[in-house]
Nanobody
Framework: VQLVESGGDSVQAGGSLRLSCAAS????????IGWYRQAPGKEREGVSC????????WYGDSVKGRFTMTSVNARNTWYLQMDSLTFDDTAVYYC????????????????WGKGTLVTVSS
């Protein structure tokens, strides 16, 4: 399994970005795919996660109502639409896959991409 994130950029507060995660060697099926982020000096934080078995998507409290996770199944690509960005959203964003979703426990995910940097200026 390989995961490649893209779309990170520098943006002003209030702006939007869309991140992409291209997955190869992975089939969602009853597995999970999620977005996590890590800001400098902070622990890795769960942003959103899609559980293939039910189609449910969970979001972290800090991004609810602002971030949306979508996918294009034919391309095996998942997206994270980020709106109303704030300085606190500045982080490296990672795509990860695993057997289940657990936003509070990043270690449950088995495979990680290398990340893409999002910088929000106030």
């Amino acid at each position: 399994v390989q995961l490649v994130e893209s779309g990170g950029d520098s943006v002003q507060a209030g702006g939007s970005l869309r991140l992409s995660c291209a997955a190869s060697g992975f089939t969602l099926g009853e597995n999970a795919i999620g977005w996590y982020r890590q800001a400098p000096g902070k622990e890795r934080e769960g942003v959103s996660c899609l559980y293939g078995a039910t189609g449910d998507i969970w979001y972290g409290d800090s991004v609810k109502g602002r971030f949306t996770m979508t996918s294009v199944n034919a391309r095996n690509t998942w997206y994270l639409q980020m709106d109303s960005l704030t300085f606190d959203d500045t982080a490296v964003y990672y795509c990860a896959v695993g057997r289940f979703c657990a936003l509070g426990s990043p270690s449950i995910m088995n495979v990680w991409g290398k990340g893409t940097l999002v910088t929000v200026s106030s």
